[in-house]
T-cell receptor, first 115, second 111 residues
Framework: ETGVTQSPTHLIKTRGQQVTLRCSSQ?????VSWYQQALGQGPQFIFQ???????GRGNFPPRFSGLQFPNYSSELNVNALELDDSALYLC??????????????FGPGTRLTVL | GENVEQHPSTLSVQEGDSAVIKCTYS??????FPWYKQELGKRPQLIID???NVGEKKDQRIAVTLNKTAKHFSLHITETQPEDSAVYFC??????????WGAGTKLIIKP
């Protein structure tokens, strides 16, 4: 295993609610990326944090936001949930200079269902 | 925007035969190409990656080739085994500082 953990494993929310997903990176990894993986599709890049600052973002609206903490943990927050937000959310940590080309190690994911 | 196309979407091969999965990318500035294996209900796992300064990389039964002129790269698995059954994703990292993923290939190894 990669040493990257995520919580919770599964989550059910209703439309309009807010959700916080958590990731604990491998010790020493200063970069974390978050991805959304819809069923049967490849992961879509949401954003990346390097040394607690966002240094890259995909095509996701501002209601997707994040935080990275000094203890190698991070959060993904999603406001005003929509049905299309139902997906597997993956975090990936890496050690380097915050480059997207650094090798990424994935957590097991959080399955979010929006009803 | 940047795009990665992956083919085929499903590949069924006899155990012991070879499997080849192909990807093309649109961003000519892409310089990093990882391949991930994802088993059902599990996390993606990096199996091999290649950077734009090399044309081929091999790790035991797995190899990746890169053709920067044609903007395509391929995954080759030789002597396939039942545990190779999974979904395989290619990805490309380029000038927009994003890792763009293909749609995945479901590899089925027939006994």
């Amino acid at each position: 295993e990669t040493g990257v953990t995520q919580s919770p494993t599964h989550l059910i929310k209703t439309r309009g609610q807010q959700v916080t997903l958590r990731c604990s990176s491998q010790s020493g990894h200063n970069t974390v990326s978050w991805y959304q993986q819809a069923l049967g599709q490849g992961p879509q890049f949401i954003f990346q944090y390097y040394r607690e600052e966002e240094n890259g973002r995909g095509n996701f609206p501002p209601r997707f936001s994040g935080l990275q903490f000094p203890n190698y943990s991070s959060e993904l927050n999603v406001n005003a949930l929509e049905l299309d937000d139902s997906a597997l959310y993956l975090c990936a940590s890496s050690l380097g200079l915050g480059r997207i080309t650094d090798t990424q190690y994935f957590g097991p994911g959080t399955r979010l269902t929006v009803l | 925007g940047e795009n990665v196309e992956q083919h085929p979407s499903t590949l069924s091969v006899q155990e012991g035969d070879s499997a080849v999965i192909k990807c093309t990318y649109s961003d000519s500035a892409s310089n990093y190409f990882p391949w991930y294996k994802q088993e059902l209900g599990k996390r993606p796992q990096l199996i091999i990656d290649i950077r734009s300064n090399v044309g081929e990389k091999k790790d035991q039964r797995i190899a990746v080739t890169l053709n920067k002129t044609a903007k395509h790269f391929s995954l080759h698995i030789t002597e396939t085994q039942p545990e190779d059954s999974a979904v395989y994703f290619c990805a490309a990292a380029g000038s927009n500082y994003q890792l763009i993923w293909g749609a995945g290939t479901k590899l089925i190894i027939k006994p």
